[in-house]
């Protein structure tokens, strides 16, 4: 696996701020943990690895963009380029002691996602993706599950939580999902989700109410494992419309048309 000089920048930023969550994670019950919205908190460990994610990209790059969850976004002088950075998704299942969480660093050229990272520190799980070069656990390369009938899959989904997302409509979905598949997952990191889409753990994953940076990472890592990404209009504007669907061709579809059933009338 040849890594070009860019995702090796990706992957070192990513890396240094798993080493910062790690040490936090080991004393989470000392962190100082403010709220930022009902159920949406952001700790020291999230500014701690935003920050060491930023000065390693921006050192390499300082003309780029830089859009993080924990701060504004910094326009760039190279009006082309832009990293798209979650500094630890997963935080509620980390302030929890619970070992699912990661560092997802993407690279957008022109509005096209051309480089991914997503690292579980806890596992010492490294997933990377360029355009057109293959997706990578660690050094082995990646190719979405092949099954083909909804109820042979294993689907993972995000759970609307306190204050967000129209809970009525994902209980609907939830309801038509669970009437066709093996079984339903939540790991509770959309980037993760998708890597897992991608490593052939999941067959599928369906979520509303993402942002740029849960996902952006996460889709080339899905795509260059060969598999198949919509937004819920079955458009290709994740970003925009907050919502994907993924798998790989044929679940992909399976999935996105029981996931859109119509709500029962009776
Ligand atoms: P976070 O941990 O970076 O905030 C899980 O389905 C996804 O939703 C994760 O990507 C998680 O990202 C995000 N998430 C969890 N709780 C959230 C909240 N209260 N507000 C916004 N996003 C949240
Ligand atoms: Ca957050
Ligand atoms: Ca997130
Ligand atoms: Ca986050």
Same mark, same amino acid.
């Given at each position: ?13 990513? +890396?240094?701020?798993?080493? $910062?969550?790690? @040490? ?5 019950? &000392?962190?100082? #943990?403010?709220?930022? !919205? ?28 830089? +859009? ?11 009006? /082309? *380029? ?10 509620? &299942?980390?302030? *929890? ?6 560092? $997802? ?12 990272? #997503? %690292? &579980? ?15 990578? +656990? ?9 099954? @083909? ?6 689907? !993972? ?9 129209? *809970?009525?409509? %994902?209980? #609907?979905?939830?309801?038509? #999902? ?11 990191? /959309? ?7 991608? /490593?052939?753990? %999941? ?23 060969? !598999? ?19 798998? &790989?061709? *044929? ?16």
């Amino acid at each position: 696996m040849a890594r070009s000089a860019l995702l090796n920048v990706m992957v070192q930023a990513a +890396l240094k701020a798993g080493k $910062s969550l790690s @040490r936090d994670f080991g004393e989470v019950q &000392n962190l100082q #943990v403010s709220v930022k !919205g009902p159920g949406d908190f952001v700790s020291q460990a999230d500014l701690k690895a935003q920050k060491i994610i930023h000065d390693e990209l921006l050192k390499a790059r300082p003309t780029y963009g830089f +859009l993080g969850e924990e701060s504004e976004e910094i326009k760039g002088t190279d009006g /082309a *380029h832009r990293w798209i950075v979650d500094p630890l998704d997963g935080t509620t &299942n980390f302030l *929890h002691g619970i070992p699912m969480f990661s560092v $997802s660093i993407a690279l957008e050229r022109n509005g096209e996602i051309v480089g991914a990272v #997503v %690292f &579980n520190p806890a596992t010492d799980e490294l997933y990377t993706a360029e355009r057109g070069g293959g997706a990578f +656990l660690n050094d082995r390369r990646l190719r979405v599950a092949s099954r @083909r009938v909804l109820s042979d899959c294993v689907i !993972g989904c995000g759970v609307p939580h306190l204050g967000r997302g129209n *809970h009525g409509k %994902f209980l #609907v979905e939830l309801r038509h #999902v669970m009437g066709e598949v093996a079984g339903i997952r939540r790991i509770g990191s /959309a980037a993760l989700d998708l890597a897992y889409v991608a /490593a052939g753990r %999941f067959d599928g994953f369906w979520e509303v109410g993402l942002s740029p940076w849960d996902m952006a990472a996460g889709i080339l890592l899905v795509r260059e494992a060969g !598999g198949f990404v919509s937004d819920f209009n079955g458009g290709t504007d994740m970003l925009g419309t907050s919502s994907i669907i993924c798998g &790989n061709e *044929h679940i992909q579809k399976a999935l996105a048309e029981v996931v859109k059933r119509p709500i029962p009338t009776k």
